[in-house]
């Protein structure tokens, strides 16, 4: 029962491989001819984009936006705009010879089952299955040792794969399901609600749901959160009250019952209520931005109980992880900045009442349940180490592990004899296992069936020096036997923010990368949460540029140790980390040859305006907060940074037109701003995806198009003429 992370790191789905490392030659031994690439740069023409006389004043400056006309997502206008740069970015992209090459080998690599845990509801045994290139995963399920059959095919929801399954969830007895789904990668939702045993719609869909989960009471119903449908355009409209609802089943959506967040002194960007597993308690969890939350509890076998507090202020991230009786079992990194387990009676939750279960340690604790046993999940350095605990506390073993890389959360139901996790790091394919809760042991469930073999490769950490002598981790894998000659092509790739982790995990498209002899870099920034609460705050606000130092720290590591060079590194991120790649490559863009911001925060003034934007002021503050607050985020806001005659890197700029995480406008901006300032010959170009969205349920074919662009476009500026040839 975690809380969303409402901006998040666009993931890629675990496995991967293709040609036998032991038979290429890497990137850095192919011919290169780099006039080239300048040649055909320098005959880009890039469309106009209209400027504007747009001016904002701050605290006495004025400010100009010229590009203001490309936040109006729903003209014509922005619209021929988005066909015009798409035109220009894929005739460049065309000259690439080896891009259908790449295309290919991401697909062959691909192109194999991959299944997910097991999990019972009812009579079933349910699992997620993609035969290989599917767009979307399919929902599978099996009764006893009977046939398995398709329970829920995404793939048929939309002719082209763009509607996507973002949730399913069973009621108590696991005969009715909701599920909601995602159209063109929007964040809004719809829930359908169907007879689990004959898949029959039950009743009308329920529309214009977002950031929701959704939590059955019983069979009776389910919990799920919305905002208020926004006047002007749903992709970018401002969203700052969500409220909380329980669907009555068989009753109109109009009738919902509004449980949290309707008045002025319930106000809350983000509202979350999920009920125990023992069906006792409905726990509410309201916030004002993605760090800190208060807390209220209700008895749902008594008629009419009243919302108790447990906490009022938001000073800390705490939640109700399980109840034993009238026993409260919550996580919080309240006076516990690495979080700690404690327990309370729910008559009397507040803090003054806690007792220490699992108390803090210097490591970032992770808690899940299941089995009838607490497993606390340790990053240490950003490698998992797991404990599994008993209901009194205490420590019943160390679950031992592969070996170094991170572990996906042990959770399951109460009763569960037999819990499941998967294995990964960036060279080792995810491998699921079953593991016994009684004896402490793990088995092999599925291994990947991906054709990757993690012996021809190395994955190390080496921990570097930041500006300020901040020690920083960095994982670097790369093929056995690298000449650290500087000429190897690499990736750097970086987050930084909302006190996410990265953590070592395996993807396809970086397998194809690291084949054929590239090297793939990402260090653990301030701001992400590998080291808590002080390693987060020490990336946030006025102490952002923390984050930018570190990444560029990491790039002079690479740099110096000879891994690389500034001809052969290109620096990525999405999201935030579209925001890290923005604020470095406008800082330092003498530092790589290639820039890929990938859906980032460009406009620093503006973010909070558009969507749930406004929530991400704890770690950003807002220009209108103070006048220093105005004058730090004019100074690295990556819009505002872009300067004329500087020879800026190799850039292409990726978005989405349904994006209403992170709006469009922000990349649109940026590449306005970058193309009408470049000095030099390197291209710097916008690929805008259509009718899709920030990332998650994006199809299959999409994400392999868009890292075929992505590679093809960063070797090319890095001179590379020719693929390696088995």
């Not at 029962?1 to 789905?13: G, Q, R």
């Not at 192109?111 to 845990?117: C, F, L, Q, R, T």
């Not at 819990?419 to 079953?434: D, E, R, V």
Request: one cysteine or more; proline letters at 4%.
């Amino acid at each position: 029962m975690k809380k969303i992370s409402l901006l998040a790191v666009a993931s890629v789905l675990a496995a991967c491989s293709g040609e036998s490392p032991e038979t290429t030659k890497s990137m850095s031994e192919a011919e290169t001819v780099k006039p080239a690439v300048s040649q055909q740069a320098a005959a880009l023409t890039y469309p106009q984009t209209r400027k504007d006389s747009v001016v904002d004043t701050y605290f006495g400056t004025e400010i100009a936006d010229p590009y203001r006309w490309l936040e109006d997502d729903r003209s014509a206008e922005t619209e021929a705009w988005v066909k015009a740069q798409n035109k220009v970015t894929f005739n460049y992209l065309d000259q690439i010879g080896y891009r259908d090459t790449l295309k290919q080998r991401l697909e062959a690599l691909w192109n194999y089952e991959k299944v997910g845990s097991p999990f019972k509801e009812g009579d079933y045994t349910y699992f997620y299955r993609n035969d290989g290139l599917q767009n979307q995963y399919v929902v599978w399920r099996k009764k006893g040792e009977g046939e398995a059959e398709i329970f829920l095919d995404p793939n048929n929801f939309s002719e082209d794969g763009t509607t996507s399954l973002a949730s399913l969830k069973f009621s108590k007895d696991g005969s009715i399901a909701a599920y909601s789904i995602s159209e063109g990668g929007s964040d809004w939702r719809k829930i359908f609600i169907i007879n689990a045993e004959t898949k029959e719609i039950l009743e009308e869909p329920l529309v214009d749901v977002k950031f929701s989960g959704i939590s059955w009471k019983g069979n009776e119903g389910f919990y799920y959160s919305s905002y208020d449908k926004p006047e002007g355009s749903e992709l970018s409209a401002k969203t700052d009250q969500h409220k909380l609802y329980y669907h009555k089943l068989g009753q109109a959506q109009s009738e919902d019952q509004l449980i949290f967040g309707g008045t002025a002194e319930e106000k809350r960007r983000y509202v979350s209520g999920y009920v125990t597993e023992d069906d006792r308690f409905l726990v509410i969890s309201g916030a004002t931005s993605t760090s800190g939350n208060d807390l209220f509890i209700q008895d749902l076998t008594k008629a009419d109980a009243p919302l108790v507090p447990v906490l009022t202020d938001f000073d800390s991230d705490t939640s109700v992880i399980d109840t034993q009786g009238s026993k409260l079992f919550l996580a919080t990194n309240r006076d516990a900045p690495n979080k700690k387990v404690v327990t309370v009676d729910a008559a009397k939750p507040t803090p003054e009442n806690w007792q220490d279960f699992i108390p803090e340690t210097e490591n970032v604790l992770t808690v899940s349940t299941g089995g009838g046993y607490i497993f606390a999940e340790y990053m240490v350095d950003a490698l998992s180490k797991v404990y599994q605990y008993d209901y009194q506390g205490k420590r019943v073993r160390e679950i031992a592990l592969p070996g170094p890389g991170s572990a996906s959360s042990l959770g399951g139901k109460y009763d569960d004899e037999t819990l499941y996790y998967s294995f990964t790091n960036y060279k080792t394919p995810s491998t699921i296992f079953a593991f016994d809760v009684k004896k402490g042991e793990s088995s092999v469930y599925r291994e990947s069936g991906a054709e990757f073999d993690p012996a021809g490769y190395e994955s190390k950490q080496v921990f570097y020096t930041s500006k300020d002598g901040t020690k920083v981790p960095m994982m670097i894998t790369y093929k056995k036997g690298l000449k650290l000659n500087g000429k190897n092509p690499t990736i750097l790739y970086g987050y930084g923010g909302f006190n996410i982790s990265l953590t070592p995990s395996f993807s396809i498209a970086n397998a194809v990368w690291l084949e054929l002899g590239g090297v793939y870099a990402v260090p653990n920034l301030r701001g992400g949460g590998e080291y808590g609460k002080s390693w987060h705050d020490a990336g946030t606000k006025l102490q952002k540029q923390n984050v930018f130092d570190d990444f560029i720290a990491a790039g002079e590591y690479l740099t110096e140790q000879g891994y690389t060079s500034s001809d052969y590194l290109a620096i990525r991120g999405g999201s935030n980390g579209g925001l890290l790649v923005g604020a470095v490559m406008t800082q330092r863009p003498d530092l790589v040859k290639v820039a890929l911001p990938a859906v980032g925060v460009m406009d620093m003034l503006r973010y909070h305006t558009f969507t749930a934007g406004a929530g991400w002021a704890y770690d950003y503050g807002t220009a209108e907060q103070s006048e220093e607050m105005f004058e730090y985020l004019k100074g690295y806001s990556p819009v505002h940074n872009v300067k004329v005659g500087v020879n800026y890197p190799a850039t292409l700029v990726t978005t989405a037109d349904h994006d209403d995480r992170v709006v469009p406008a922000h990349s649109f901006k940026f590449a306005a701003e970058l193309q009408s300032k470049q000095q030099g010959a390197a291209p710097t170009l916008i690929r805008i995806e259509t009718n899709a969205g920030h990332g998650a349920g994006t199809p299959v074919s999409k994400t392999i198009e868009q890292y075929a662009d992505i590679f093809g476009f960063t070797l090319y500026n890095m001179g590379i003429t020719e693929l390696p040839q088995s």
